[in-house]
């Protein structure tokens, strides 16, 4: 599952992530985050405020394929407290390193769940006692749910996100071999050319086709080029 930071892309919508900011402020957390799951696509999509550093760390270790404090929370109905995934094997090896990057291990993932199947996650941390995080806790949880539903919603109305969906993620490897195969190439040919085996280019193609919604690569191709992904020759 491919994690897309919708704050980095063009005419990313930097007042969600000013919202993250206003919403830790207002109920003395932390660190705010918002991700939204795309089963079709295969994509986690969202905002958050941590820091670049933390940001960096977590996509280049592929966390957000494991992470409980999301896929627990994409099949509950119910507020998520971490408290629970302390014993997970997953939860430990994302958060084990964490505090060096300024990250608490407490927090909590309010789920929400939209009228077409959509799922989206507010999740929130803060660092201090647990008495005082229980306190807290209990004195804010029922105005963050609706804060989260607000998120979620305004969210999924966002042009940004409508791009992202309408526009799936290749990559750069999977839109050059279409390229290539577009004119003509052969399997083999691309592998020559990018300096990789055919096998490679294979699943290259594979994954396109999945992502393109496609049965063949010549549907791909077609797809791609109505896209604007690749260019017609």
Same mark, same amino acid.
């Given at each position: ?44 999509? +969202?905002?958050?405020?941590? $820091? /670049? ?5 977590? #996509?280049?270790?592929? %966390?957000?394929? @494991? ?31 964490? +505090?060096?990057?300024?990250? $608490? /291990? ?5 789920? #929400?769940?939209?009228? %077409?199947?959509? @799922? ?114």
């Amino acid at each position: 599952m491919e994690l897309i930071d919708l704050s980095s892309l063009p005419n990313g919508e930097g007042r969600f992530t000013t919202f993250l900011d206003q919403i830790c402020a207002r109920f003395e957390l932390d660190h705010a985050a918002y991700a939204g799951t795309n089963p079709i696509a295969g994509t986690i999509h +969202g905002y958050v405020n941590y $820091s /670049d550093d933390w940001k960096s760390h977590y #996509v280049e270790h592929g %966390f957000h394929r @494991i992470d409980p404090t999301l896929h627990m929370a994409s099949r509950s109905i119910a507020p998520v407290d971490w408290r629970r995934l302390e014993r997970d094997e997953n939860f430990q090896k994302v958060f084990r390193n964490a +505090g060096d990057f300024g990250i $608490s /291990d407490q927090g909590l993932t309010i789920p #929400v769940r939209g009228p %077409f199947g959509d @799922i989206g996650m507010l999740s929130v941390t803060r660092n201090c006692p647990l008495p005082e995080w229980d306190k807290l806790k209990e004195h804010i949880i029922g105005e963050l749910q609706s804060v989260a539903v607000h998120v979620h919603d305004t969210v999924m109305r966002s042009d940004v996100l409508s791009q992202v969906l309408r526009f799936p993620p290749l990559s750069t490897r999977e839109k050059e071999i279409l390229q290539w195969t577009a004119a003509g190439k052969s399997q083999q040919d691309v592998g020559d050319i990018l300096g990789i085996s055919h096998r490679t280019v294979e699943v290259h193609l594979r994954s396109a086709r999945e992502k393109l919604y496609a049965l063949t690569t010549p549907q791909a191709i077609g797809r791609a080029i109505a896209l604007g992904l690749i260019y017609p020759l």
